[in-house]
């Protein structure tokens, strides 16, 4: 990170905090659509299927999961790998505007697949794919056996691997609807969306919408956010419409000139977080969510818990259980939470259930959070 002797003011890490908690939606709940929210948010981590939805029920009011569903299934939303080579659920403008922008990333995965891939044509196995993705959505499975009849030798994930890097590839429906099951099964962006994608746009205007959704930031943050490099000289040629901060630790930060930024004293009410929610994964430095007592706690080996948070920072995981008859969330704080704080917690808590649940009754539990 560069750090600046400049005398631009210091943001302290409660600062910082309540600022990017403001752009994400999570100081007060927003009265926007979930399209809205999925734009302004540059898009919602979705590895898994309910993330999205725990993510806007955080953060809208009057959110219905049904909403995003429905906005999924008129595909005005979509699942497609884009920012550090993850699934995101993304508006069908940015999915066909970022995607082009990541593409030299998605290219350069292919390095570490390249003995796998030793006599592969990739141009025709893009045109390959393509074709047969167009002409019916493709399991990964599907996908791979069909390419190894051309390819025999060739390693069976890389070829897949290859395709998903190549290729925009979206998760069509019933995938990712809620209340719904399907496999996951590809085709491109521009087959299941009816239009061509935009040529790979100057990254300037998604450093501002990162910015807007994530900032104040340094230019490090912002290619952790987004999986590039060599960002720096956007961030120059920027310079002269934004205005500059510094971390308490000298780390220069940008940030536009009228965006919100709360004092440090601003309430900040519970939220339970998705695994892998955007505020968590947008930061090289995650101070500003994230306190060093409790760092790595949210993780075990490869595996992410739903996070709580307590006062804007990270103060323990959570999980949902549910049958027809119940729905049980069970909270493991990291702490102790003070007789309010819990209060609070349950508050919050049981809001969730209301809108992820349809069980007929719901319980809250402070204890320890099965994992695995």
Not at 271 to 286: C, I, K, V, Y
Request: proline share 7%.
């Amino acid at each position: 990170m560069t750090k600046t002797t400049s005398t631009a003011p210091v943001l302290s890490a409660r600062e910082l905090n309540r600022a990017t908690l403001d752009r994400q939606l999570l100081l007060r709940r927003a009265t926007m659509a979930a399209t809205d929210a999925v734009e302004h948010l540059v898009g919602l981590q979705a590895q898994n299927v309910k993330p999205p939805y725990y993510a806007l029920a955080a953060r809208l009011e009057g959110f219905a999961p049904e909403e995003l569903s429905a906005a999924m299934e008129k595909r005005e939303v979509v699942r497609i790998v884009t920012m550090r080579s993850t699934i995101h659920t993304h508006t069908a403008d940015d999915c066909l505007t970022l995607r082009p922008l990541v593409q030299a990333a998605r290219e350069r995965e292919l390095y570490g697949f390249r003995h796998g891939l030793a006599g592969v044509d990739l141009d025709r196995l893009t045109a390959i794919s393509r074709e047969l993705v167009e002409a019916e959505p493709r399991t990964l499975k599907q996908l791979r056996e069909a390419l190894l009849v051309e390819w025999p030798d060739a390693d069976p994930p890389a070829l897949a691997i290859a395709a998903r890097c190549r290729l925009p590839l979206v998760q069509v429906t019933p995938r990712g609807l809620w209340g719904r099951s399907g496999q996951v099964a590809l085709t491109t962006a521009e087959h299941w969306l009816g239009r061509p994608a935009e040529p790979a746009p100057a990254p300037d205007a998604t450093v501002l919408r990162y910015l807007a959704a994530f900032g104040p930031a340094s230019v490090k943050d912002m290619q952790t956010w987004a999986g590039l490099t060599r960002l720096r000289e956007v961030f120059e040629r920027l310079r002269p419409q934004l205005v500059t901060f510094r971390d308490e630790h000298g780390v220069e930060l940008f940030d536009l000139p009228d965006a919100p930024r709360p004092d440090a004293d601003t309430p900040a009410p519970p939220r339970l977080l998705p695994e892998f929610d955007n505020l968590l994964l947008s930061h090289a430095d995650r101070s500003r969510v994230v306190s060093a007592d409790y760092k790595g706690r949210h993780w075990q080996g490869n595996q992410a818990y739903c996070t709580l948070l307590v006062d804007g920072f990270l103060e323990g995981i959570w999980r949902l259980e549910e049958s027809p008859d119940e729905a049980v969330i069970t909270i493991e704080p990291f702490g102790t939470l003070s007789k309010r704080q819990r209060e609070e917690v349950v508050e919050e808590a049981t809001r969730m259930l209301s809108v992820l649940s349809t069980a007929s009754s719901y319980d809250i539990r402070f204890g320890t959070v099965v994992r695995g």
